[in-house]
Structure formats: structure tokens, C-alpha cells
């Protein structure tokens, strides 16, 4: 399968898609080495689908062994235009409360460890990060999450920063009220250099973060831990297959153009004629 339009990024907690059918297991080697796990592809309501569990089936891999390039290439090489992240994240504000979600537009990178481009060795490419989130997929998601509804307690908020740390550890609480200070609204792990290699990939991105806890700034809250968050996931997580479902939906019915889709257009340096051997067949799945 090679058709894949709408690829879903499992977080953790999320390690299938339920309503994926005719499933097909596709084991996809990279020139990045291998992704995460095998690739689950099939349809949802008709539409072809693209499913990766980030850490891995049964959570094997933290933040920074996760095979970011791994996994984006490969779910470019099936065919994914359109890429919908599902991440648990902190909040760092007083109104976005555990259970509620957020689609942030977006992102700071404090990473350290991770490979964050597919370019270099004979290819250059300076891709626009101005607006590092489609903003046709994140109104295509604000919508599923209307038609797939939400409990009344929990809401639904657009727009926001999310920083991303690198983690395992979780911030200590100086760390935390300085997020604040530069204004970040949710902290997270995972969607750094995700998002920087989905534009690369000319694919429309978009993060609908699930809130599980306030980190470690709020004095009237308990400090995040690895069972407080996993125990507020799950109970968002039922939500999210809803809501990814609808979000598939409208996208096979609308395929909205994204200005992402042709984010090499002008960012590729290196003239595609000089381009030679694996070099070139990397850069040209790029631009497939």
C-alpha cells in the first residue's frame, strides 16, 4: 500500500487505531533506519490511513530514542499527505485543565539529542517554521471534535505554544515557572522535530494535545507523575479515537489544500539536477 492519505501519530497511551480496517502490518525501511514500530495502514470509513504508534507498541521508547526521521519518511514513502499528532502534554496555564485539549499553533524547541532534519550530506533545504502548523488541518480537527463531542466538563481550546523539552525527566519546578515566562501554554516531549520534519516531508501537521496534568508550577495542584498522567490519558483516550476518526472523515471528503504541501518549493537550495545516487532518491520522495 502506497496510498495512504491521512497518517495518525499514536502518543502515548494511543498504540492502535480502532477504527482501522482491512488492516494490512507493514514493516518500512528507511534510509533513517527503521520507525518506531510496524506501520498499520487500512481505511477508516473508506478513507486510506496510516497508523504509527510514536514509543512503540507497549511504550518501549522515551522521547529521545524515538526515530523521528524513521518514522516521518516512512509514512511520506505511503503516501501521507496529511499528519495528525496526538500527544499527552502538561499545562502551564491556570484554564487549561487536565481532560481538556488543546490544538496549539506553536512550538518551542529546547531538544537536545535529536536529528531534526532530513537534509545535509549534499542537500541543503531551509524550510519556513514561521507557522509550524497547518492551519487547515487544525480547523479540520476543531471540527471532529464537534462532531465526535466532548464531555461538558472538558473543552476544547485553539491556538497556544507548545514547548518541547527533552526529557525523560519531567521539568523541576524552576524550569517549569520559566516555560511560563516565555509564554508557553502546554509542555510536552514528543512533537519537536516531528513537526519540523513533517513540513520537510511537505506534509500538513497538526497536534491535538490531551492535557493530563499542570506539570510542577501550580502550588494548589500535584506535581506531575508517570501514573497521575497515564491515569488522565486514558480517560481522554476513547475521545481522541473519536475525534480522529471524524477528522479522517473530513479529509477524504474535503482534502483541504495546505500550504505545507509544497513547503519545498522554495526551501530546497541544492538544484535537484546535481543531486546523485541515495541523495537524490531521498530528496525525491521528499518532494513526491
Known amino acids: 500500500m502506497n496510498n495512504a492519505l491521512v497518517g495518525v501519530m499514536g502518543g502515548s497511551g494511543l498504540y492502535e ?9 507493514w ?3 528507511t534510509p533513517f533506519g527503521p520507525p518506531s514500530d510496524a506501520i498499520m495502514t487500512g481505511r477508516v470509513d473508506g478513507v486510506a490511513v496510516a497508523f504509527l504508534a510514536r514509543h512503540g507498541r507497549g511504550h518501549r521508547l522515551i522521547p529521545s530514542e524515538i526515530p523521528y526521521r524513521a518514522n516521518v519518511f516512512a509514512l511520506k514513502t505511503l ?3 496529511y499528519l495528525i499528532s496526538l500527544s499527552a502534554v502538561g499545562s502551564l496555564r491556570q484554564d487549561l485543565r487536565p481532560l481538556d485539549m488543546v490544538l496549539p499553533d506553536q512550538f518551542i524547541d529546547l531538544t537536545r ?8 550530506t549534499d542537500a541543503v533545504a531551509h524550510v519556513s517554521m514561521a507557522q509550524p502548523v497547518c492551519a487547515q488541518l487544525a ?18 481550546h485553539r491556538g497556544g505554544t507548545y514547548v518541547c523539552i527533552e526529557g525523560p525527566q519531567f521539568s523541576t519546578m524552576a524550569e517549569s515557572h520559566w516555560y511560563r515566562s516565555m509564554g508557553a501554554s502546554v509542555i510536552g516531549m514528543t512533537n519537536m522535530p516531528e513537526a519540523k520534519l513533517a513540513r520537510e516531508a511537505q506534509m500538513a501537521y497538526a497536534s491535538l494535545a490531551m492535557v493530563t496534568d499542570y506539570d510542577c508550577w501550580n502550588p494548589r495542584e500535584p506535581h506531575v507523575t508517570s501514573d497521575f498522567a497515564i491515569a488522565n490519558l486514558m480517560k481522554n483516550a476513547g475521545h481522541a479515537q473519536h475525534i480522529a476518526r471524524a477528522a479522517v472523515l473530513l479529509l477524504g471528503a474535503e482534502r483541504p489544500a495546505s500550504d505545507a504541501h509544497a513547503a519545498l ?18 530528496v525525491e520522495s521528499l518532494l513526491a
Not at 539529542?113 to 545535509?120: A, C, K, L, Y
Not at 466532548?150 to 473543552?155: A, T
Not at 518549493?265 to 531521498?282: M, N
Request: aromatic letters at 4%; glycine letters at 6%.
Open 17 to 25: 487505531m480502532e477504527a482501522l480496517e482491512d488492516v494490512q502490518e
Open 27 to 29: 514493516q518500512v525501511e
Open 79 to 81: 503516501g501521507v499527505r
Open 113 to 120: 539529542r535529536r536529528e531534526s532534519t532530513f537534509f545535509g
Open 139 to 156: 480547523d479540520v480537527l476543531a471540527r471532529a471534535v464537534v462532531v465526535a463531542g466532548l464531555p461538558q466538563e472538558q473543552r476544547l
Open 265 to 282: 518549493a522554495t526551501a530546497l537550495v541544492s538544484r535537484r539536477e546535481h543531486l546523485q545516487g541515495a541523495v537524490r532518491e531521498r
